[in-house]
């Protein structure tokens, strides 16, 4: 037997409003915390790139200007 199948279409109607309510929240939901991981991962890599170049700016022994990358 399907869920709603012997309600009046008044009430069927609210239920999956309802439904699609909570289904909009869910998928809302998902994105929002799988963008928020995503920037946090994202900024905690960027960071420790920038410190790494300018740790290696800092410290060149040459202290010419030159950059020698290898």
């Known amino acids: 037997m399907k869920s709603g199948q012997n ?7 609210r239920r999956q409003a309802g ?4 289904e ?5 939901l998902v994105i929002a ?4 991981i ?11 790139y920038w410190s790494a170049y300018a740790r290696l700016i800092v410290d060149d022994p ?3 200007g030159r ?4």
Do not use: G
């Open 7 to 13: 309600l009046p279409s008044d009430k069927r109607k």
């Open 19 to 22: 439904q699609s309510l909570v």
């Open 24 to 28: 909009f929240v869910l998928l809302l």
């Open 33 to 36: 915390s799988t963008s928020f």
């Open 38 to 48: 995503f920037m946090r991962v994202a900024n905690r890599n960027l960071a420790q």
């Open 62 to 64: 040459s202290q010419n």
């Open 67 to 70: 950059l020698n990358i290898p």
